[in-house]
């Protein structure tokens, strides 16, 4: 069964750091994009960070300076280093990958990891 899987959430003071990762596992030929999304309490899922396969990010503003993605493609996993966290960087964090399977390309989402920045 193919799955992502988040770690790394947790609780940490403004300022500081967290490092996320996502592991791909199961029949997985290789993996397009991988990105990651996150969903804050009474909003909407917003687009965090991507990259591509070939090691392309890109950020959203809100995260440019202090977020870093980056991907590890034997071991299929994405990571989201947090630097200079901010209250507002408060969320559930999802990561998002188009996996290519023997039926084909689809898209995959974890489960997410809490993140909650409080002092």
């Known amino acids: 069964q193919v799955q992502l899987v988040e770690s790394g959430g947790g609780l940490v003071q403004p300022g500081g750091s967290l490092r996320l990762s996502c592991a791909a596992s199961?029949?997985?030929?290789?993996?397009?994009?991988m990105r990651w999304y996150r969903q804050a309490p009474g909003k909407e899922r917003e687009l965090v960070a991507g990259i591509t396969r070939g090691g392309f990010p890109n950020y959203a503003d809100f995260v440019k300076g202090r977020f870093t993605i980056s991907r590890d493609n034997v071991k299929n996993t994405v990571y989201l280093q947090m630097n200079n966290v901010k209250p507002e960087d408060t969320a559930v964090y999802y990561c998002?990958?188009?996996?290519?399977?023997?039926?084909?390309?689809?898209?995959?989402w974890g489960q997410g990891t809490q993140v909650t920045v409080s002092s």
């Open positions: 199961g029949n997985i030929f290789s993996i397009n994009g």
């Open positions: 998002n990958a188009d996996l290519n399977l023997a039926s084909g390309t689809f898209p995959s």
